[in-house]
DNA sequence: AAAGCGGGGGC
DNA sequence: GCCCCAGCTTT
């Protein structure tokens, strides 16, 4: 039964007994030189997952000191499940797409109320929890479970478009679909979690965005954008857009040695995460005064000075320059873009998850800036 | 089907 | 500066 493959169009372009002998070297390189992560010395469905959840647009190196601190501090779905979202966004800190954290949290409780506390070893049940999407279902069935499910992210996609030579844009459904059926096809039942991991750490090491190693590449033989030459265009790219630079003005307030922070709404950019007041800075506007103007319906009596500080920050979509400003204030009323502010003391700060433009601002600013020498 | 969502790292 | 990264959700 091993031997019989689900038609694909993928057979159409490769035989299927070439892509059989593929698949085996593939899996023998795999073996010889996979990484030795730590959640590879696992079988806990719930680490596993918790470190699909993090690698999501998120590269290895960068996921793993999170991947430590996560599994200590919550090292169970109930744990997971009980957890306070400040502290699990505080520990979120500087991975991004916050997002992430407030679903894993909540799939969490889902996992315990509907499903006894252990994950789902069910596609549809997997997909059905926040933040787990037809990736990060297939990955934990495939790795944790052994059932045979093609895990395809932007490794596998580009493996797969340089090994079938696609000249088509892979984000449209139907070349996802397309993709899905080639994964199948080439797929071993009885290695479902090897093969999804080989083709990930393929192109995270030899399969590259650019300056393919394919000399020493397992797949080389059956590659068809190698025996065309083509393997540097694949996989296509659509145009990008060049992205805006916005002028921002934030206050810095002090009382008593703590300094005032708000946090952002539970969705959205950013959302839970805690920042300097701050507003857009219309063209031509002197910082100050529009400060003021923009701080009133919150603090009436707030008092911008001296410019402390200027910080830049990049987003994927957009720029900011962020204008610091000191300022006096005897009280801020959350509202609009916040629900809550807070008096921050220096001991507090790794309680708090802050945005990068709050970090970077604090470490620039009078405040912090002394401290951290 | 397209857009929104972060920050880090390579070059 | 641009590109990419073990994607998911919302509209």
């Known amino acids: 039964m091993a031997s019989e493959r689900t038609p694909s169009p993928a057979t159409a372009l490769i035989a299927p007994e070439a892509l059989q002998v593929a698949v085996a070297a593939l899996l023998a390189w795999y073996d010889a030189e996979r990484r030795d992560l730590p959640w590879r010395q696992t079988r806990d469905p719930y680490r596993i997952w918790l470190s699909e959840v993090l690698l999501q647009q998120t590269q290895v190196a960068t996921a793993l000191p999170y991947y430590a601190r996560l599994v200590e501090r919550y090292p169970t779905v109930e744990a997971l499940a009980a957890s306070d979202l400040n502290e699990l966004l505080a520990l979120w800190q500087g991975l991004g797409y916050y997002a992430r954290a407030r679903s894993l949290r909540r799939a969490a409780q889902q996992i315990v109320a509907q499903h006894g506390g252990r994950l789902p070893q069910d596609y549809e049940a997997l997909l059905a929890l926040p933040g787990i999407g037809e990736y990060t279902a297939g990955a934990v069935l495939s790795i944790a479970f052994g059932l045979p499910t093609p895990a395809i992210d932007g490794n596998v996609r580009r493996v797969l478009a340089r090994l079938f030579d696609l000249a088509k844009d892979l984000r449209t459904p139907e070349m996802q679909r397309w993709l899905t059926m080639a994964s199948l096809a080439m797929l071993p039942p009885e290695r479902a979690g090897d093969y999804n991991q080989a083709m990930m750490e393929l192109g995270a090491s030899l399969c590259r965005p650019r300056d393919a190693a394919c000399g020493a590449c397992p797949l080389r033989q059956a590659c068809l954008a190698h025996d065309r030459g083509t393997a540097s265009d694949r996989p296509v790219r659509p145009p990008r857009r060049q992205t805006p630079t916005h002028e921002r003005v934030a206050a810095h307030c002090l009382d008593n040695d703590r300094l005032l922070i708000v946090r952002r709404l539970p969705s959205g950019l950013l959302g839970g995460l805690w920042e300097l007041p701050n507003f857009a800075l219309p063209p031509n506007a002197a910082p100050t005064a529009a400060l003021q103007m923009a701080l009133a319906p919150h603090a009436p009596d707030a008092l911008p000075g001296e410019e402390l500080t200027l910080v830049r920050h990049a987003y994927t979509h957009f720029s900011v320059r962020v ?51």
């Not at 008096?343 to 604090?362: F, Q």
């Open 323 to 373: 204008h610091v400003l000191a300022c006096t204030l005897t009280g801020f009323v959350p509202s609009g873009e916040w629900d809550a502010c807070h008096w921050l003391a220096l001991d507090e700060l790794e309680r708090y998850g802050l945005t990068g433009v709050a970090l970077k601002a604090m470490r620039q600013g009078p405040w912090l800036a002394p401290r951290l020498l």
